[in-house]
C-alpha cells in the first residue's frame, strides 16, 4: 500500500496501479473516451490529465497510465488543466463533429465547437485502439488492428477481409467510445467485419446466446461444462434456483 | 508464390517472432513486394496474430503489399530537393510513364513512389531507382533515365 493526495484528499493504493484507477474508485469525477478498466492503458484521447506533483516539481501528464507513487500530490481539476482539456477535445472532436458522442463529451467539458478540420475522413473514429486491446486482451481473439499510417491510419481486419480469428462477439462495438463500429443482427444471424455468424439460441426461452463461436471460445477459456452454454443467465437462475427449493424444501415454498 | 521461399527466411531467424521486420524485409526483398500468402505463412509460422504481421507490414512506407515493377522509381520530395525542383521531375516521371504515384505500369516495368528524403540533398534532385541513385534530375534526364531501363529490361 501507499499513500498520496487526490485534490487534497490522502488516498491509498496499491503499488502497480495507475493515478485513473484510484482516482475513479475513489469517487474524482475525470473525463476519459479510451479508458477501459479491463485492457491496459493506452494514453490515446489525452483528456484524463492530471496535475502531478513530485518533489516540488509539477507536470500535466494522462493519468491512466501514470503509476500512483507514494507522496505525490495529484490534481484532477484547475485552469490550466480544463484549458488543456479543452483543447484536446477540439482536436478529437475534427475528427467528427457530427459524432453523437464526441458532442457530449464536448458539451461536458464546455467545448462548442471545433477550430480545425480533419479533411481525411469524418467517420467517427478517433483510433483509440480500445477495440483492437478489447479484441487481443480481453477476448483473445485478434481479429482487428491498427492498419497504415499518419493520416491513413485505421482499424481494420487483416486485408480488409473477413477475419478468421473473429468471434462475432461484438466487444469491439460494445466498448467503441463513439459507437462507430457497425454490425447488423436479425433472428438468425449477425454480421460483423463483413463476416456473418449464425445465432446459438436459449434451449428454453430462445433469448441469443451469441454465436458458437464465441460461446466455444469462452467454454475454452473458462473451463466450464458445454451445457453451462446451453441457456441464458435467466434461465440458468430460474433452474439453479428450482434445484436449490428442491433440495431446502423439497420442492415446496415455505 | 512459393512458400517454401518464405519457410527459408523465417528459418534463418530461428522463426524468432522478434526478428518480424527483418524478415518482412527478406521477403520483399525476394519477391519485390508482400504477398498476402506470404504474410499468412509468416504469422503461422512464428505462432504470432496475423493482425501484428499485418500491422507493421502496413506501418513502414517501405513495404508495399502490392507487386511492383522491375524498376521502382522513388522521387525525392525532401526539402532540398524540393526547392531544386523535384516536383517537375515527378511531373515529367507521371507524363511519361502514365502512371500516378504509387501506380506500376502495365507492362510491369516501373513503379512510381515519392520518398520525403533519402540522405543525399547536395545531390537533389535525386531519384533513386532500386539501390541505384541518380543525381540532379531534370526532365531530359528522366527521359534518358527511363530509356535506358527499358533497354536493359529488353537485353
Known sequence: MLTFTIDGQTVQAEEGQNLLEVALAHGFDIPTLCYHPSVS?????????????????????????????????????????????????????????????????????????????????????????LCERICRESIGADAISFVGRGHERRLATPFDEPSESCVGCLACAMVCPTQVIEFTQDADTRTIWKRTFTLVKCKECGAVLGTPEELALFQRKTGLDASYFDTCDACRKKQTATAFAAVTWGGQRP | ????????????????????????????????????????????????????????????????????????????????????????????????????????????????????????????????????????????????????????AGE
Do not use: W
Open chain 2, 1 to 152: 508464390m512459393e512458400l517454401e521461399m518464405v519457410d527459408r527466411i523465417v528459418d534463418r531467424y530461428d522463426a524468432r517472432s522478434s526478428a518480424l521486420l527483418a524478415i518482412l524485409q527478406d521477403i520483399q526483398q525476394e519477391a519485390n513486394y508482400l504477398p498476402q500468402a506470404a504474410l499468412r505463412q509468416v504469422a503461422r509460422r512464428l505462432d504470432i496474430p496475423l493482425t501484428r504481421v499485418v500491422r507493421m507490414a502496413t506501418f513502414y512506407a517501405a513495404f508495399s503489399l502490392k507487386p511492383r515493377g522491375r524498376f521502382v522509381c522513388n522521387v525525392c520530395l525532401g526539402t532540398a530537393c524540393h526547392v531544386r525542383g523535384a516536383g517537375r521531375v515527378l511531373d515529367q516521371f507521371q507524363r511519361t510513364l502514365g502512371i500516378g504515384v504509387g501506380e506500376t505500369t502495365d507492362d510491369g516495368l516501373f513503379t512510381l513512389q515519392t520518398v520525403n528524403c533519402v540522405g543525399a540533398c547536395a545531390l537533389g534532385p535525386v531519384v533513386v531507382v532500386g539501390e541505384q541513385y541518380h543525381r540532379e534530375m531534370n526532365n531530359r534526364k528522366v527521359d534518358r533515365m527511363l530509356k535506358s531501363y527499358r533497354k536493359q
Open chain 1, 41 to 129: 492503458a493506452y494514453g490515446a484521447c489525452r483528456l484524463c490529465l492530471v496535475e502531478v506533483t513530485q518533489r516540488g516539481r509539477s507536470r500535466i501528464t494522462t493519468s491512466c497510465n501514470y503509476p500512483a507513487l507514494p507522496g505525490i500530490s495529484v490534481v484532477t481539476r484547475n485552469d490550466r488543466i480544463d484549458r488543456l482539456r479543452r483543447l484536446v477535445m477540439e482536436l478529437i472532436l475534427c475528427r467528427d463533429p457530427g459524432n453523437p458522442q464526441l458532442q457530449a463529451m464536448a458539451d461536458r467539458l464546455g467545448v462548442d465547437r471545433t477550430r480545425l478540420r480533419f479533411a481525411s475522413r469524418q467517420d467517427g473514429c478517433i483510433l483509440c485502439g
